[in-house]
């Protein structure tokens, strides 16, 4: 590797671990304000969204750099190439956090209508999800990374008896059913950022050891 390319390619990794720092935080502020009904936090999610979307940007057009001066070969390329899936599934978690802030000002708005749920469970084990899956990426770490992806059976069944609960209160309160229906979407929301973790998971772990897991696929990339 050049000297010049690997520059280029250490700066890539502190772009990216940067804005998955930024892109968990907001995602804890996110779930803090639907549980606490915060307004202010909520605000805050929503005012940060420029800023991760300005990162995203920035780090897909740095990777792009390095393909089209660099021509980048196996280990290189493949971090290359990770870097701008794992950049776009930030970007989606960051989008993901924002719909929950956005449900947080509008149950604000509405009389208070107490959940029908815990979002606790959900929301600790969306966020280890998170933060497991980026802390595999800093260190590399492909068995931190499979950890995660037995995680996400455990949400998606938290979500479907969430889901559940929901119906059977709006079934037996039609009068709330909007504000139901917004804890209804942030726990799907939850979800979704859940199945995000789940890709940044297996991309570590394709980068780490160039096999690719995703689809029940597990041997080495060509």
């Known amino acids: 590797m050049s000297l010049l390319l690997q520059r280029e390619i250490e700066k890539v990794k502190r772009m990216i671990l940067s804005l ?11 779930v803090t304000s639907i549980e606490r009904r915060d307004v202010s936090l ?4 929503i005012g940060t969204d420029n800023l ?3 990162a995203e940007v920035d780090v897909e057009e740095e990777c792009l750099k390095i393909l089209a001066l660099h021509q980048p070969v196996a280990g290189d390329l ?5 870097v701008l899936k794992i950049n776009n599934d930030l ?7 924002v719909n929950i802030a956005h449900r947080t000002l509008f149950l604000c708005s509405q009389p208070e209508v107490p959940p029908p749920v ?4 959900m929301s600790r084990r969306t966020l280890d999800m998170v933060h497991q899956s980026l802390d595999a990426l800093v260190n590399m770490d492909a068995p931190a990374a499979r950890a995660v992806l037995g995680a996400d059976d455990e949400v998606d069944a938290i979500n479907r008896q969430m889901f559940k609960r929901i119906f059977a209160a709006i079934r037996a309160n039609p009068e709330r059913t909007e504000c139901l ?3 209804s979407s942030a726990t799907r929301y939850l979800e979704r950022i859940a199945d995000s973790a789940t890709n940044i998971a297996e991309d ?9 897991v995703r689809h029940g696929v597990s041997e080495p990339s060509k």
């Open 20 to 30: 998955s720092a930024v892109v968990e935080e907001s995602v804890q502020k996110a």
């Open 42 to 45: 909520a605000r805050e999610v």
């Open 52 to 54: 991760i979307d300005q």
């Open 78 to 82: 493949r971090l290359i190439i990770a």
């Open 91 to 97: 970007e989606r978690i960051g989008d993901l956090a």
């Open 118 to 121: 815990d979002f606790t469970e």
């Open 181 to 183: 229906q917004s804890y």
């Open 204 to 212: 570590v772990i394709y980068l780490v050891e160039g096999r690719i």
